[in-house]
């Protein structure tokens, strides 16, 4: 294993090679600076495991020349060293990156676990990253299965948007993938080895949605026992997916847009302003636009989230893409599974109103009535999804799969009829939507 090295960053001679030595000592590899100039120096031609910096560098001597400096040293650890041992400036220090904050003179004990810390920190980061690396799909789909054009057009999307900081808001129904959109621009783009933070407003009650988000001090209120993060400090350097964001409570709608205007915010009962940079992805199965109009959603909040529009559609509008996804759920099952063909053609045939969750939680629940059978056939889909299977046993045959076709012409004939052949309303009678509807209209050859 290669030593780790670190860069101490001090003008005084006498320091520099009293705890220089020290550190050599314990095995480091150590390289010291005394200006920004020679910091910038090293920084172009080494990379570091770590870094200690004073703060009072020449030509001020004042903190702000050491503060000036810390930026450049992301994402390496940095343990700040300084005389100047105020509160107020360990928070200024901590919140432009610095890692740890030691007053001067040091304690050898004290320098010893913090930068056994610090060094610890930052190798696990490394091989954090190099795990999701791994962790990304190896293909172009993104984990966004299926052949429909309009599947193909989102992911040309995603690769043109995912690189930019850009805002993007995700709307669809419920069900069709909005979440998995979002951590595609995230994996896909410059933040991907940092955090993806999922929010669902729907889902945190309102009273503690500020402490969720934004974090609190010890004692700011009855229960705050301990500082705590919140989840927007928890993105930082990374994404914040506010999935749901329509159920957002106005009041903290209010506390976003000053955050998304600013970039900083105070936790609840906290003196000190943090900044933090995050991309905003969020998500949303109402038109914000009508509740924009219904005041129940803020304008101004609206055009700052919208940015770039995404939008997920229905399983009933790319019912090519059924199979594929059933196929892919059954396939990573433990022992993997597959869908016969005359299984198939009923998922394809069948409405979705829940969309993928739905084809998703019936699946799982087919794969656990199939045992230790290695097929799914129909008779296990329709009891997943609480229809009467039949008597007999389902087989596979070519037979079965013209009946299954013939079914379904029959009922989509018999629903255009009862509607004097008006598309929509027949569509609704089936339970699947109206581009669904024509799509099965041409797949069995009758007249639009």
């Given at each position: 294993?290669?030593?780790?090295?670190?860069?101490?960053?001090?003008?005084?001679?006498?320091?520099?090679?009293?705890?220089?030595?020290?550190?050599?000592?314990?095995?480091?590899?150590?390289?010291?600076?005394?200006?920004?100039?020679?910091?910038?120096?090293?920084?172009?031609?080494?990379?570091?495991?770590?870094?200690?910096?004073?703060?009072?560098?020449?030509?001020?001597?004042?903190?702000?020349?050491?503060?000036?400096?810390?930026?450049?040293?992301?994402?390496?650890?940095?343990?700040?060293?300084?005389?100047?041992?105020?509160?107020?400036?360990?928070?200024?220090?901590?919140?432009?990156?610095?890692?740890?904050?030691?007053?001067?003179?040091?304690?050898?004990?004290?320098?010893?676990?913090?930068?056994?810390?610090?060094?610890?920190?930052?190798?696990?980061?490394?091989?954090?990253?190099?795990?999701?690396?791994?962790?990304?799909?190896?293909?172009?789909?993104?984990?966004?299965?299926?052949?429909?054009?309009?599947?193909?057009?989102?992911?040309?999307?995603?690769?043109?948007?995912?690189?930019?900081?850009?805002?993007?808001?995700?709307?669809?129904?419920?069900?069709?993938?909005?979440?998995?959109?979002?951590?595609?621009?995230?994996?896909?783009?410059?933040?991907?080895?940092?955090?993806?933070?999922?929010?669902?407003?729907?889902?945190?009650?309102?009273?503690?949605?500020?402490?969720?988000?934004?974090?609190?001090?010890?004692?700011?209120?009855?229960?705050?026992?301990?500082?705590?993060?919140?989840?927007?400090?928890?993105?930082?350097?990374?994404?914040?997916?506010?999935?749901?964001?329509?159920?957002?409570?106005?009041?903290?709608?209010?506390?976003?847009?000053r955050f998304l205007q600013s970039g900083s915010f105070f936790p609840i009962g906290a003196r000190?302003?943090?900044?933090?940079?995050?991309?905003?992805?969020?998500?949303?199965?109402?038109?914000?636009?009508?509740?924009?109009?219904?005041?129940?959603?803020?304008?101004?909040?609206?055009?700052?989230?919208?940015?770039?529009?995404?939008?997920?559609?229905?399983?009933?509008?790319?019912?090519?893409?059924?199979?594929?996804?059933?196929?892919?759920?059954?396939?990573?099952?433990?022992?993997?599974?597959?869908?016969?063909?005359?299984?198939?053609?009923?998922?394809?045939?069948?409405?979705?109103?829940?969309?993928?969750?739905?084809?998703?939680?019936?699946?799982?629940?087919?794969?656990?009535?199939?045992?230790?059978?290695?097929?799914?056939?129909?008779?296990?889909?329709?009891?997943?999804?609480?229809?009467?299977?039949?008597?007999?046993?389902?087989?596979?045959?070519?037979?079965?799969?013209?009946?299954?076709?013939?079914?379904?012409?029959?009922?989509?004939?018999?629903?255009?009829?009862?509607?004097?052949?008006?598309?929509?309303?027949?569509?609704?009678?089936?339970?699947?939507?109206?581009?669904?509807?024509?799509?099965?209209?041409?797949?069995?050859?009758?007249?639009?």
């Amino acid at each position: 294993m290669s030593m780790q090295t670190i860069l101490l960053v001090d003008d005084e001679p006498a320091f520099q090679r009293l705890c220089g030595n020290w550190l050599a000592s314990l095995g480091y590899v150590v390289k010291v600076a005394a200006t920004a100039e020679q910091v910038h120096a090293l920084l172009a031609e080494n990379s570091f495991d770590l870094v200690l910096l004073d703060l009072a560098l020449p030509p001020s001597f004042t903190p702000d020349e050491g503060l000036a400096l810390l930026p450049a040293f992301a994402p390496v650890p940095v343990v700040v060293m300084t005389g100047h041992a105020d509160r107020e400036l360990a928070l200024r220090a901590i919140s432009l990156g610095a890692w740890d904050f030691l007053p001067k003179p040091l304690d050898p004990d004290i320098l010893r676990v913090v930068v056994d810390r610090a060094l610890n920190k930052s190798r696990l980061e490394r091989e954090l990253a190099v795990w999701r690396a791994r962790a990304l799909p190896d293909d172009n789909s993104m984990g966004l299965i299926g052949i429909s054009a309009e599947l193909a057009e989102l992911r040309s999307l995603i690769r043109r948007i995912a690189p930019t900081d850009v805002p993007v808001m995700i709307t669809g129904p419920s069900g069709t993938g909005k979440e998995l959109v979002a951590r595609a621009l995230h994996a896909q783009g410059k933040r991907a080895g940092k955090a993806f933070i999922a929010v669902h407003c729907g889902a945190i009650p309102a009273e503690l949605f500020e402490s969720e988000l934004f974090g609190h001090s010890k004692g700011s209120f009855t229960g705050a026992d301990r500082d705590r993060k919140g989840l927007i400090a928890a993105a930082d350097g990374g994404t914040l997916f506010l999935d749901e964001v329509g159920e957002m409570p106005l009041p903290m709608q209010v506390k976003l847009l000053r955050f998304l205007q600013s970039g900083s915010f105070f936790p609840i009962g906290a003196r000190a302003e943090l900044r933090v940079d995050v991309r905003i992805v969020a998500a949303t199965n109402r038109d914000l636009a009508v509740m924009v109009e219904e005041k129940s959603f803020r304008d101004d909040l609206y055009y700052r989230l919208k940015g770039i529009q995404m939008r997920t559609l229905a399983l009933a509008d790319r019912a090519e893409d059924i199979a594929l996804i059933a196929q892919a759920i059954a396939a990573r099952s433990t022992p993997p599974k597959r869908l016969t063909a005359a299984a198939q053609e009923w998922l394809v045939s069948h409405a979705w109103p829940g969309n993928v969750r739905e084809l998703q939680h019936c699946l799982q629940t087919a794969m656990a009535l199939a045992g230790e059978m290695n097929e799914i056939v129909v008779d296990d889909l329709a009891l997943a999804c609480g229809e009467v299977a039949s008597d007999a046993p389902v087989v596979d045959t070519g037979l079965l799969e013209e009946q299954v076709a013939a079914l379904e012409k029959r009922l989509i004939v018999g629903a255009l009829n009862d509607n004097q052949h008006n598309h929509t309303h027949a569509a609704k009678q089936l339970g699947i939507s109206r581009v669904g509807l024509l799509n099965k209209m041409r797949r069995y050859g009758l007249r639009e």
